[in-house]
């Protein structure tokens, strides 16, 4: 049963992945140098090249927060009493890498249900299209499985943007109309309604609020604010991606890493774990962090 304390449980779990996001787009964030004959101070740049993270910060906690309302419909749906599927489906074996990932895949022992899930109606005119057809492509293969005991539910978590609301509907209606199955379009709690839960969906905002009054108001983007924590989500890394932050000298010449590596701590206990490693690529990882710690933070 989903109370608050799992569902903050549920949210914390993937929004605390977004430093490890951050590391890995770092090298492609297109960040501005300050140029010897730029009218623009140095000053300005950084609280520019500062917005940059902090933007992509707030992009990450929102895919983050899409992946952590899956897990929760995933939850309130068990509670529900429906049993939930397996949502990565191959259809071919004869080609393993081809797959379809369902949002939601679940029964109720006589009719099957899937939904594909956004966490708002925003797309432009590309990715709109690019959205039915996904649906149509996991309906086409679960009505080969299901048939006709098959339903299908375009849904949207936030109900007060609608944008592409009748293109969806007049797309839904042609395909419901091939296929015979019901199909529906859902915003909000109108998805708690469909499955007459919608003290449920009260229940949620209630969360919603309270979860979002204990944040603070700006992400943190220096690491070194809580080390430990930073270490635990970040030493896992793949060594490409760190080859890569430790090996871009602009990015700490600039005082990018500075920004967020403030006095060294993090990189004090990555130095440490990574020098433990008997695997060469460690070794050399470890080296890269020594210097950057000579270099940046000697006293």
Same mark, same amino acid.
């Given at each position: 049963m989903i109370d608050y304390n799992k569902f903050v449980n549920i949210l914390n779990k993937h929004l605390r992945k977004t430093k490890s996001d951050l590391l890995k787009k770092l090298p492609e964030i297109d960040f501005i140098f300050p140029r010897v004959y730029s009218t623009t101070s140095y000053k300005a740049v950084k609280l520019q090249n500062h917005n940059k993270i902090l933007q992509h910060l707030f992009q990450s906690h929102e895919i983050r927060f899409g992946d952590a309302? $899956? *897990? %929760?419909?995933?939850?309130?749906?068990?509670?529900?009493?429906?049993?939930? +599927?397996?949502?990565?489906?191959?259809?071919?074996?004869?080609n393993?890498?081809?797959?379809?990932?369902?949002?939601?895949?679940?029964?109720?022992?006589?009719?099957?249900?899937?939904?594909?899930?956004?966490?708002r109606d925003d797309h432009?005119?590309?990715?709109?299209?690019?959205?039915?057809?996904?649906f149509e492509t996991k309906l086409e293969y679960l009505y080969r499985k299901h048939g006709q005991n098959l339903v299908g539910i375009m849904y949207f978590i936030d109900p007060d943007l609608v944008k592409?609301?009748?293109?969806?509907? $007049? *797309? %839904?209606?042609?395909?419901?109309d091939t296929y015979g199955v019901?199909?529906? +379009?859902?915003?909000?709690?109108e998805l708690f309604e469909f499955f007459s839960k919608l003290n449920i969906w009260n229940d949620l905002l209630s969360w919603l609020t309270q979860w979002k009054d204990s944040l603070p108001e700006l992400p943190e983007?220096?690491?070194?604010?809580?080390?430990?924590?930073?270490f635990n989500e970040i030493k896992d890394?793949?060594?490409?991606?760190?080859?890569?932050?430790?090996?871009?000298?602009k990015l700490w010449e600039e005082g990018i890493m500075l920004a967020i590596f403030r006095n060294g701590e993090t990189l004090k206990m990555?130095?440490?774990?990574?020098?433990?490693?008997?695997?060469?690529?460690?070794?050399? +990882?470890?080296?890269?962090i020594k210097q950057k710690l000579g270099v940046y933070y000697e006293d």
């Open positions: 309302m $899956e *897990e %929760l419909i995933s939850e309130f749906l068990k509670d529900w009493g429906f049993k939930v +599927l397996p949502k990565i489906i191959i259809p071919d074996l004869t393993p890498r081809k797959k379809l990932d369902i949002d939601q895949y679940f029964t109720d022992g006589e009719r099957y249900y899937f939904i594909e899930q956004k966490v432009d005119s590309t990715k709109k299209r690019g959205q039915i057809s996904n592409n609301k009748n293109y969806y509907i $007049e *797309e %839904l209606d042609k395909m419901a019901d199909l529906h +379009l859902l915003y909000g709690e983007i220096d690491f070194d604010n809580d080390p430990r924590d930073s890394l793949e060594i490409r991606f760190w080859r890569k932050i430790l090996g871009n000298e990555l130095f440490d774990f990574f020098s433990r490693k008997p695997e060469r690529a460690y070794r050399k +990882l470890a080296e890269m």
